[in-house]
């Protein structure tokens, strides 16, 4: 049997696992976004990012579901639904825009994704600029 200060341990290698893992999916993520962004420029639709990085995802053989629906619930009724634009790993969004300028409402979108589906990380990628933008968004 293991005593307190073991079981401590043992949880707190646990979570440096699980965050080590998810952080080397995110690289992934941010290196196959930055491949898109410099092979399509600026000026398309979200679409066409969307679909290009779900391809280049796949490609690094990560599981990518594409305007995946979740629905939000209410006291265990489903009151509205939303499309993430990709799910990675059944573990990450993400949120794909094409704006001069990410806003406030880009983040609180992120939010209410993760607050919906009780995951922990989106990342919001801008397609709109010359460089793009990402900012990691954690529940």
Request: with cysteine.
């Amino acid at each position: 049997m293991k005593d307190g200060t073991s079981r401590y341990v043992d949880t707190l290698l646990g979570r440096d696992k699980e965050f080590n893992r998810i952080n080397k999916i995110t690289e992934k993520i941010i290196g196959c976004a930055f491949k898109v962004s410099n092979t399509l420029g600026t000026g398309f639709l979200e679409k066409v990012y969307e679909n290009s990085l779900a391809i280049e995802l796949s490609k690094h053989k990560l599981h990518v579901e594409r305007q995946k629906p979740i629905d939000v619930f209410y006291e265990k009724e489903v009151v509205g639904s939303f499309f993430a634009d990709l799910l990675v790993e059944d573990e990450i969004l993400i949120e794909l825009k094409h704006a001069r300028n990410l806003d406030p409402a880009h983040k609180a979108q992120c939010l209410n994704y993760l607050r919906a589906t009780d995951l922990r990380l989106c990342l919001l990628i801008n397609f709109g600029k010359p460089k793009i933008e990402i900012k990691r968004i954690s529940n």
